[in-house]
């Protein structure tokens, strides 16, 4: 069984320009989230969807982060415009239910 | 608020010594709590996981951790460490809306020959 896949694995960027991570979830998971890691603190939850549906965005940090999730199977997460404090690393997770969310290998995002 | 506090940034061990990492947390009801690992250029793996009923629970690649209410813990341990666990290991728990993980910062676990 394929696991979380995420693309791209790194990119760098300018300030000011867009982004789109996508994220595959496992095949049947209805449950996908995506996370970001800071500067090395905390993971923390961004969004979590059902399906299609934003069940909790909560965590988003402002209007310049948009997620999608089309026909309830993959997801992307845009950036635009993006700045400095938006580089991290992104990982998305999938699961049947909350209580065992499988993780991708993360997108790695650099602003410059 | 809802909250985890992995005490220890960074660990060195010998290999085959053993290992605990230390994790506390903050929550107002029987928490769910889990240990994921990453190792380099990987996702984020889960090791073990507690919901309820025997406080020391079993994971995989020889990791055990233990659940205490009284101190608010749950402590990952090895016996005996192998320089494959080289890693950053990570502290979770679920949050009230049993929706979202909530994770401590990490510990990184660097492992000498």
Known sequence: EAGVTQ??????????????????PISGHDNLYWYRRVMGKEIKFLLHFVKESKQDESGMPNNR??????????????VQPAELEDSGVYFCASSWTAYEQYFGPGTRLTVT | AQSVTQPDIHITVSEGASLELRCNYSYGATPYLFWY???PGQGLQLLLKYFSGDTLVQGIKGFEAEFKRSQSSFNLRKPSVHWSDAAEYFCAVLSGGYNKLIFGAGTRLAVHP
């Open chain 1, 7 to 24: 693309f791209p694995s790194h990119s760098v960027i300018e300030k000011g320009q867009t982004v789109t991570l996508r994220c595959d």
């Open chain 1, 65 to 78: 982060f948009l997620a999608e999730r089309t026909g309830g199977t993959y997801s992307t997460l845009k």
């Open chain 2, 37 to 39: 690992v990453q190792s």
